[in-house]
């Protein structure tokens, strides 16, 4: 499944500030039968999309090919291959091609943000810093 972003034009940008206007001075979703977390999401993506920000919508389970996961975490494709082949994050092989659920990737994001946070913390208190 390709990673499709969807860039809004200004129609849509202009659609979701209006929207959002409205919802700020009443809660017409409170009357919709939207459970909160759904809600939630939909007001999310309202929000970015009326910044202007591209969103792309992919399921959690789906998998992704080492170009699409590469793009995701910021790193060459090598890399995320070496990370891989190190167990870093589960993958299965299709043919030749190596495949990972977008789940593990981003929960190996989640990891090693929290692990360099966590390091700079250590460092600022090491230096009296914080």
Not at 49 to 76: F, M, R, Y
């Amino acid at each position: 499944m390709p990673l499709k972003k969807h860039h809004p034009t200004s129609e849509e940008v202009a659609a979701a500030r209006a929207l959002l206007s409205q919802l700020d001075q009443r809660n017409p979703m409170d009357d919709m039968a939207l459970p909160a977390p759904l809600r939630a999401l939909v007001l999310d993506l309202l929000r970015l999309i009326a910044k202007n920000e591209p969103v792309t919508i992919i399921p959690s389970d789906a998998e992704i090919s080492t170009q699409q996961a590469a793009e995701i975490l910021g790193v060459s494709r090598p890399h995320l291959v070496k990370l891989l082949e190190e167990g870093a994050i589960p993958f299965r092989k299709v043919g030749r091609h190596r495949r990972m659920r977008l789940n593990d990737v981003l929960v190996y994001q989640k990891k090693t943000r929290k692990e360099a946070l966590d390091k700079l913390q250590e460092f600022t208190q090491e230096m009296g810093l914080y």
